[in-house]
């Protein structure tokens, strides 16, 4: 059985952004985020098996270059640290103005499923 070569955790974070780089040229624009299968991580590191020091390190190394790993329920993505500043900062004030941290757990609850309850999610029963 030949030998593998499993890449380390910084040239991965590096093919993942020559990868970006690669399809913004093809694309004529500049990517800044996208999201690939664990598939796609397995070919690109070498490894059968994902394992969480891996992530931890390859998070490191991509933090390192200007970019975040972000893991989902079945794959990753990436994304560039300068677009996060351009996002809006909310801090805690509109929550403590209506007093929703002296409401406990189960009338959160309630106000979330009355108010703002997203198509497609269902209610626990207990």
Same mark, same amino acid.
């Given at each position: ?46 490894? @059968? ?11 490191? /190394? ?30 805690? @004030? ?31 029963? /207990?």
């Amino acid at each position: 059985m030949p030998f593998v070569n499993r890449r380390d955790p910084e040239a991965v974070a590096q093919l993942l952004i020559i990868n970006a780089a690669l399809y913004g040229e093809e694309k004529t624009k500049e990517i800044s985020r996208y999201r690939f299968s664990i598939d796609t991580l397995r070919k690109i590191s070498n490894r @059968k098996n994902i394992q969480n020091n891996f992530l931890d390190t390859l998070h490191g /190394e991509l933090s390192e270059l200007g970019w975040y790993l972000i893991v989902l329920d079945d794959e990753y993505a990436i994304i560039n640290i300068e677009m996060l500043s351009s996002w809006v900062n909310l801090s805690s @004030k509109r929550l403590r103005e209506l007093e929703f941290f002296d409401k406990d757990d189960q009338e959160v609850s309630e106000m979330f499923y009355e108010k703002y309850h997203q198509d497609g999610i269902e209610e626990i029963e /207990e």
